[in-house]
């Protein structure tokens, strides 16, 4: 019997969570610009999904968030905390790694040609507060997937090709230890946003990972989709197993792209979610794609695990209970509170980073329990700013304390070789 599972690492949302409004085309993170924001909420709101997940009887594990602010990255630009232009001294307190999706594009061992699984850590250079992440982002993978007889860890895709990892790439597959259907979605154009996914990173993470070019698909995230702020193709579309569910918007050429697909993966259930039911704008602002699509253990069908903000948006919720009272594969709504993420931009999925793999093959301290859930949220009450505003970011105090809170993270998770 095979052990490959899917486990689904979440962002620990790190101590300096903040509201800075850096990334363009970003809706939700552009209108909270500025506020005040809730480190400490964020991460409880974080580590509940993460019960509630395992709690469904889903693989769950999870990353450590990043050093931050990142003065060796201010230091390459000529400046320091003190003297930085507050953009970029925002940039360098941001901890937007807590978005897992965007760490890496992950292929599994059925699908590569070496029978290993492969992981290339994203570039994210699109966005200069997320452009240096990937070196802190690569040691994690490292150490999590050092086991070379079942992973290969690559560097990003050199620059100037923009890649923003998981969040633009999805897998179809009759179950998840079976050989699949990878797809690359990538942009060209997105009005007055950019489009952040380059095709040429999509075809490289291709090659690398030996997959078989037969059962690979390179599809364009439409422009309107980006235009209207689906910055990356997850907050329009997700997959999971044969299900590929989707806004009727979210790709060019779409029905060229479906029949390609179905050519590749006969077996594909396609749920296409129309616009005059749900338009672009209340998918967005919901965040209805932005879910986990989960297959539960136990033959309990699969389950989308939402944010709130579905649940109260009329016409989403309506088109919901529409669709589960159907005879199709998805079954069960769970929404789940992630707030502090959400007014940032990002929901359920863009939290969490989806391995298949055999989680003996991972280090144990990357998986999570509910002890050690308990343990990081005991931390994350004691030791993260209950708030912070955009005037604090200069303050010297901040900076000791989220440093601090780190540190103490790593020590109860036995993670200090990531300390900086």
């Known amino acids: 019997m095979s052990k490959l599972q899917e486990i689904n690492f979440d962002g620990i949302i790190g101590p300096s969570h903040n509201y800075a409004g850096l990334s363009l085309g970003n809706i939700a993170s552009s209108t909270h610009s ?24 889903l693989a769950q594990g999870f990353f450590m968030p990043l050093d931050r602010p990142n003065t060796g990255w201010l ?4 400046t320091d905390l ?6 970029l001294r925002a940039a360098a307190y941001s901890a937007s790694s807590m978005w897992a999706a965007n760490a890496a594009t992950v292929s599994p061992t059925p699908d590569s040609d070496d029978g290993k699984c492969h992981l290339t850590v994203a570039n994210l250079m699109t966005m200069p507060h997320r452009s240096h992440e990937w070196p802190g982002t690569l040691a994690q993978l490292k150490i999590a997937f050092a086991n070379s007889d079942h992973f290969v860890v690559h560097q990003p895709v050199p620059t100037p090709f923009g890649d923003e990892g998981a969040a633009n790439h999805m897998r179809l597959c009759s179950v998840h230890d079976e050989a699949g259907v990878e797809i690359f979605v990538y942009g060209k154009s997105g009005g007055p946003f950019p489009a952040r996914q380059h095709v040429e990173s999509s075809k490289a993470v291709a090659r690398r990972h030996g997959l078989d070019q037969e059962r690979i698909l390179f599809a364009q995230q439409s422009e309107k989709a980006i235009a209207a702020g689906a910055f990356h193709n997850d907050v329009v579309a997700v997959a999971n197993e044969r299900v590929l569910f989707a806004h009727e918007d979210a790709f060019e050429h779409r029905e060229d792209f479906y029949a390609e697909l179905l050519v590749k993966f006969p077996e594909a259930e396609i749920i296409t979610v129309p616009a005059d039911q749900v338009s672009l704008s209340d998918a967005i602002k919901s965040y209805l794609f932005n879910a986990q699509l989960v297959t539960l253990p136990n033959n309990g069908g699969m389950a989308l695990i939402l944010p709130t903000e579905a649940k109260e948006n009329a016409a989403v919720w309506t088109y919901l209970q529409q669709l589960i009272a159907g005879n199709g594969s998805i079954r069960t709504l769970y929404p789940v509170n992630v707030r502090q993420s959400m007014a940032n931009g990002g929901g359920p ?32 009450e004691q030791y993260w700013p209950k708030t912070i505003t955009p005037d604090q970011l200069a303050d010297i105090d901040l900076l000791k304390s989220v440093g601090n809170a780190r540190r103490k993270l790593l020590q109860i998770c036995g993670l200090m070789e990531l300390a900086a």
């Open 34 to 57: 500025g506020e005040a924001s809730y480190p400490r909420e964020a991460a409880l709101q974080g580590i509940a999904k993460m019960r509630h997940n395992l709690g469904l009887g």
């Open 75 to 78: 230091k390459s630009l000529g």
């Open 82 to 87: 003190t003297a930085a232009e507050p953009h």
């Open 349 to 380: 999925a863009c939290l969490r980073l989806r391995v298949v793999a055999d989680p003996a093959a991972v280090d144990p301290r990357f998986i999570a329990t509910s002890e050690k859930l308990e343990t990081i949220a005991q931390v994350v």
